[in-house]
């Protein structure tokens, strides 16, 4: 397996106002596979993200990715790890907002020994036109786009997607979907996509459902259709 | 490949223009200043050291009663030195000042020509170029000293006269009220022989090596010295303040401007740290989002460090340029308006480069790196989840409901903003210090004038020139004859004039200047004292226990001039007089504790000019003029310096009070545009994000007014007690209280409307666009 989860546990706060967030998570995923983890808010999906991000630590547990331990790294080679393996898209796109979109997704390539082609990458963004333009001079779609370029230019093994369609409209939304599934397919790497939207669950190869900080349904998806199918 | 954030800073300086331009615009202009300070500082003082071979600088001069003949000559040379005649004259000019007038030296002492030429006739003088300067004089002027006419041919500069200094006890120098002379050697023999002092220089044979062997070398010499003849003076060169004090104070001046320099850069530092703070809070989403996607901590950390360290770099850079071309001059002038130094010649300096780039760079690189480095200590998800706060739990600081709700709002704001008002009370403080420095000099120079003017001893003391070459325990009868004419020569017939016995002793306490203090034998109920003296009494002046911490009680130690012979005095009490460092006693009391015989006295107290006694026979007369010496000095050579000073500090203040309002208006933007959408007026916005800077601000400036006024005072006391000889205590007087605040507040008027401005230009749907 690629990805191995197991039993991840995460609490915040303590005494009364204990809140236990994960209880015992196992799960794995092959790579290249198109994973989405739905749920409500509070069920822990983001966390969980989080956790396999590096970006926060789980309270008991393991995560294992291509053979490497989380849970054993300090923080310089969870860094290390996050450099080479991740790449993170959130709701809000965080673009730096004195660089063009070029040097935003040139931010990314910087991390990798061996980025993909910046120009060709534009291109399957559809953001030629807007290459030199501020992020500011663009749409919530266009800012998300050029995100998602600085995310996988590095080519990492697992993108991470926190809500990258939430603060977006339908089809927009279906636009940013259609361009993860083409990532996906064009460079192969693993996409775990934490979303509320139920409908995005059918473009997925596994769909997890989480509730209460536990994993109520896991399933490989037999029935998975293109992004651009799907509605909501 | 380059990091693609670098990127942003060209972006950053554009789009914050006016934040870089003031931040460059000080940089330079200190770095600059400073630069050119050192470079000039040490130019001159490369050619000043030099000059001591260049012009082959005497080992020290005496001055004896009589010439000396031959013998007495070899006698004194057999000490391993060797003797130039440097027999001078001294004149009073048409405009009231007093010039010593020497040959042309040849060998000792050599004369650096800075225009015109040397003369050659009689009649023809080359007179100090900065004493020139004081009184307008110029090469083919007139000048006339002594009743007779000279043609100016010359501008010079004495190595022995770097510094001005008519006596060497003088408190200091006196560039307006003396100056000195060339004529040629045919000049100063047509001066009658009594009108000339028989002053001689001294070459070892072999220089000492270190200062303790200069001092035991010079005592010997003098020993020697007065086996032979009677000395009236004796002034080795490492104490003779006319050459050295230059040397001295140019030292302690780099090392005052370079600490100045340091403050302004550790500000900017601080203020540059602030700055990125608060561009660090407005990015934590992209921070996390970085952070998450691998980027370092270090990377980062150098990557909000750049701007501070390129800015930094660049001031250093111009600022060089500036202080080796423009500023050097400046500095330049400044030196040669208080010193009387030879041309130098521009040397590159180690030590500038060192200090006015090295050193500020490092500073920056620091003191930024210790704030980004802490703040950069958070992890990604608490930068994603803007969560930047170190405290866990932190909770609102408790406010009474009672509290007017702008007034709880305001009281937020300046929690809100803490860093920033700490860093402005700092500077403040720091503006306040060169302000007040400043402003209060010309005060003190006038209180000081006025004190003495107001507490002088008589109008007139006339120190009289006793016959101590006659005075000869082996020849009793001669000494007895000499004393009898001298009485006779040295009598008044001016009714208001009072005798007094006069001494004089040296400190010994080495963590001071070295100075002379005098000694005052009155006469019972003098009209000129109103001191009750019993017959021990030792009363010192206020000056001097000022000075030296003294009160009753205490004991002093002073030693002979030109001997290891030491004295001990219990002080009885102080005597209000702030124009010397005196030492009052009776006239008897003084008499037997210096051996002088009784009836013996040295001067003269007098209202009215006393004008029946030969000139031979007085030394010194001690008059308004001669006391505001130093006032005078220090206000005619720091005069410039000081409104440099205050221009500088109204340049600061400015400057850090602009850049923090401005971080802050920066750091509400978003609340300020909400404001606005919920429909309150700019006045009110100014009231709540305005005022509480102005009432901060108004703080500070009252705050910081009583401390700086302390801060100064401490630092003027060890300035004049390490410094110089004399004593020029420490006055504020209100108004210049009133002038700093008025100069703050008007400063602060100034940030106050661009701050308005700049309210007025935050966007209403700055709040709407942001959706976090």
């Not at chain 1, 996409?191 to 994993?215: E, F, P, S, Y």
């Not at chain 2, 110089?724 to 008007?746: I, K, R, S």
Request: net charge negative.
């Amino acid at each position: 397996m690629f990805l191995e989860i197991n039993g991840i546990k995460k609490s915040f706060g303590e005494g009364d106002s204990l809140v236990e967030v994960l209880k015992g998570i196992d799960l794995s995923v092959e790579k290249g596979e198109f994973c989405v983890l739905l749920g409500p808010s509070g069920s822990g999906k983001s966390t969980l993200l989080n956790i396999i991000g590096g970006i926060d630590r789980a309270d008991a547990g393991s995560i294992t990715i291509n053979g490497e331990k989380t849970e054993d790294m300090n923080e310089k080679r969870l860094t290390a790890y996050r450099r080479k393996h991740l790449g993170y898209i959130f709701q809000m796109y965080n673009l730096i907002p004195n660089l063009t979109v070029q040097e935003n997704i040139e931010v990314g390539a910087y991390l990798s020994d061996h980025p993909l082609d910046v120009e060709e990458l534009i291109e399957t963004l559809e953001l030629t036109k807007h290459r030199r333009k501020l992020p500011n001079q663009l749409s919530g779609g266009q800012q998300q786009r050029c995100a998602i370029g600085r995310a996988i230019v590095k080519n990492p093994d697992i993108l991470l997607c926190d809500e990258p369609t939430g603060a977006l409209d339908y089809n927009t939304s279906k636009e940013i979907l259609k361009l993860i599934e083409t990532v996906n397919r064009k460079y192969g790497n693993t996409v775990i996509m934490v979303t509320h939207n139920d409908a995005i669950k059918n473009m997925a190869d596994r769909v997890v459902k989480l509730r209460d900080g536990q994993i109520r349904k896991n399933y490989i998806n037999e029935e998975k259709i293109k992004a651009e199918d799907l509605d909501w | 490949m380059r990091n693609p954030l670098s990127k942003r800073l060209p972006r950053e300086i554009k789009g914050d223009l006016g934040k870089y331009l003031v931040i460059f615009f000080l940089m330079i202009l200190s770095i600059g200043f400073i630069s050119g300070f050192l470079v000039a500082d040490n130019s001159m003082l490369k050619a000043y050291q030099d000059g001591f071979s260049k012009y082959n600088i005497e080992n020290g001069h005496f001055v004896t009663e009589h010439k000396m003949n031959h013998a007495q000559k070899k006698a004194i040379e057999k000490e391993g030195v060797t003797l130039y005649e440097q027999f001078y004259a001294e004149k009073e000019t048409d405009f009231g000042a007093t010039i010593r007038i020497y040959a042309d030296r040849t060998q000792v002492n050599t004369v650096c020509l800075m225009d015109g030429t040397l003369p050659l006739a009689e009649d023809e003088i080359a007179v100090d170029r900065m004493f020139a300067d004081n009184h307008e004089l110029q090469v083919g002027d007139q000048l006339t000293a002594g009743g007779r006419s000279y043609r100016i041919t010359g501008l010079v500069a004495l190595p022995d006269y770097s510094c001005l200094f008519e006596k060497n006890s003088d408190s200091m120098f006196d560039a307006v009220l003396f100056g000195v002379g060339i004529v040629s050697e045919q000049g100063l023999k047509s001066f009658d022989s009594k009108e000339l002092y028989q002053c001689y220089a001294w070459k070892y044979e072999t220089e000492p090596s270190t200062e303790a062997e200069e001092k035991k070398a010079a005592e010997e010499l003098m020993k020697a010295i007065n086996k032979e003849v009677a000395l009236k003076d004796f002034v080795p060169r490492y104490e003779n303040q006319a050459i050295c004090f230059t040397g001295e104070d140019m030292g302690s001046d780099r090392a005052m401007v370079a600490i100045l320099l340091y403050m302004v850069i550790a500000i900017l530092a601080f203020v540059f740290a602030i700055t990125t703070a608060n561009t660090i809070e407005k990015e934590a989403n992209v921070i996390g989002t970085l952070r998450a996607s691998g980027y370092t901590r270090g990377e980062l950390v150098r990557h909000y460090m750049a701007m501070p360290c390129i800015i930094t770099v660049i001031s250093a850079l111009i600022g060089n340029v500036l202080g080796y071309t423009v500023m050097k001059k400046i500095c330049a002038a400044m030196y040669y308006h208080s010193y009387s130094l030879p041309t130098y010649e521009t040397v590159w300096n180690a030590d500038a480069f060192l200090s006015t780039t090295v050193v500020p760079v490092i500073l920056m690189l620091l003191i930024n790196f210790l704030i980004l480095h802490r703040q950069m200590k958070l992890s990604p998800l608490q930068f994603l989840r803007r969560d930047l706060s170190r405290k866990k739990n932190k909770r609102a600081i408790y406010l009474s409901p009672l509290i007017k709700f702008f007034s709880r709002f305001r009281i937020r704001v300046i929690f809100q903003n803490m860093a920033n008002y700490v860093m402005m009370l700092i500077g403040i403080q720091f503006a306040y210090v060169l302000l007040l420095f400043g402003l209060v000099m010309q005060p003190i120079m006038e209180h000081y004038q006025e004190q003495i003017t107001d507490s002088m001893l008589a109008k007139y003391q006339y120190l009289l020139n006793m016959p101590l070459s006659e005075m000869d325990e082996d020849h009793k009868l001669r000494s007895m004859l000499a004393m009898l004419q001298f009485e006779q020569k040295v009598e008044t017939k001016n009714k208001d004039a009072e005798k007094f016995s006069a001494y004089t002793l040296r400190t010994t306490d080495e963590a001071y200047m070295l100075e002379d203090i005098l000694f005052y034998g009155i006469e019972h109920r003098s009209s000129y004292l109103p001191l009750e003296l019993s017959e021990e009494d030792v009363y010192v002046s206020s000056a001097y226990a000022d000075k030296y911490g003294l009160k009753a009680g205490d004991q002093i130690t002073l030693k002979e001039k030109y001997e290891d012979k030491s004295y001990t005095f219990t002080v009885t009490g102080i005597y209000p007089y702030d124009a010397g460092l005196n030492v009052f006693m009776t006239r008897e009391h003084l008499n037997e504790v210096f051996d002088l015989g009784e009836g013996m006295f040295g001067g003269y107290f007098c209202n009215s000019e006393i004008t029946d006694i030969e000139e031979e026979y007085i030394s010194t007369v001690i008059d308004l003029d001669a006391l505001t010496k130093v006032s005078r000095q220090l206000e005619l050579s720091m005069g410039q310096m000081m409104w440099l000073m205050c221009a500088f500090a109204v340049i600061i203040f400015l400057i850090l009070v602009y850049l923090l309002s401005k971080i802050i208006i920066e750091k509400n933007a978003q609340s300020i545009s909400m404001t606005k959408i919920l429909g309150y007026s700019r006045g009110e916005i100014a009231r709540l994000y305005i005022l509480p800077t102005s009432v901060v601000v108004i703080l500070c400036m009252l705050i910081c007014i009583p401390i700086t006024n302390w801060e100064i005072g401490i630092i003027w006391r060890i300035m004049i007690q390490t410094m110089m000889t004399g004593w020029l205590p420490y006055w504020t007087p209100d108004g210049v209280y009133a002038q700093m605040f008025l100069t703050g507040f008007f400063c602060y008027l100034i940030v106050a409307v661009l701050e308005l401005r700049r309210i007025k230009k935050v966007p209403m749907d700055m709040a709407l666009k942001n959706v976090e």
